[in-house]
């Protein structure tokens, strides 16, 4: 899993990310958007709860198929 984090801010002991994750096996690969929360205590993470658009997900996977079929 690649991540490439577009938006990170932090108030308090909560963290937000907005990213993109790419998921690669063998030669398939897709990309979709993820949004991240994270609270922590003491230097630890303890909530990590991250959500996804279906539709992104669904777009990404329908992407990477195509690349696979095509060989690009």
């Known amino acids: 899993v690649v991540i490439e984090t577009h938006?990170?801010?932090?108030?308090?002991?909560v963290v937000l990310t907005d990213r993109t994750d790419t998921i690669t096996y063998k030669r398939y690969s897709?990309?979709?958007?993820?949004?991240?929360?994270f609270r922590v205590e003491d230097g630890l993470i303890v909530l990590w709860d991250d959500a996804f658009g279906w539709g992104s997900f669904l777009r990404g996977s329908?992407?990477?198929?195509?690349?696979?079929?095509t060989g690009r």
């Open 7 to 13: 938006h990170c801010a932090a108030t308090g002991d």
């Open 30 to 37: 897709t990309s979709f958007w993820v949004r991240g929360t």
């Open 62 to 69: 329908l992407l990477g198929l195509g690349r696979l079929a």
